[in-house]
């Protein structure tokens, strides 16, 4: 079993920086890839990006390439989505994920995601 706990979100202002931070306990492994979604009122949940445990193996959704960067600290069992220029489009709940599916490369497939954190709003105003 695999638990997760987030925190870091906030309101912030249009251009500015958030970090969040996910925090992973349980039982983890080598072939544990890790994934940030996002979820705003009345849409879909969409990958934000994600990051595979061993080797550091990053992807990015196509609307925050270039502004988000997802990071780990093996010694924290952490997780990190560093946000930056962010836009009032990027207001959402925000959800780390867990996927302990052994695969070559970093998934992002949701419905691959069987463990998920409480969720972080994020508000960005203009």
């Known amino acids: 079993q695999v638990q997760l706990v987030e925190s870091g979100g906030g309101r912030v202002q249009a251009g500015g920086s958030l970090r969040l931070s996910c925090t992973i306990s349980?039982?983890?492994?080598?072939?544990?890839?890790m994934g940030w979604f996002r979820q705003a009122p009345g849409k879909d949940r969409e990958i934000v990006g994600a990051?595979?445990?061993?080797?550091?193996?990053?992807v990015y959704g196509d609307s925050v390439k270039g502004r988000f960067t997802i990071s780990s600290d093996s010694a924290k069992n952490t997780v990190y989505l560093q946000m930056n220029s962010l836009k009032p489009e990027d207001t959402a709940v925000y959800y780390c994920?867990?996927?302990?599916?052994?695969?070559?490369?970093?998934?992002?497939?949701?419905?691959?995601?069987?463990?998920w954190g409480q969720g972080t709003q994020v508000t960005v105003s203009s």
């Open positions: 349980g039982r983890t492994f080598s072939s544990l890839s």
């Open positions: 994920a867990a996927s302990t599916l052994s695969t070559a490369s970093v998934i992002t497939n949701i419905h691959l995601y069987p463990y």
């Open positions: 990051i595979r445990w061993s080797g550091g193996s990053t």
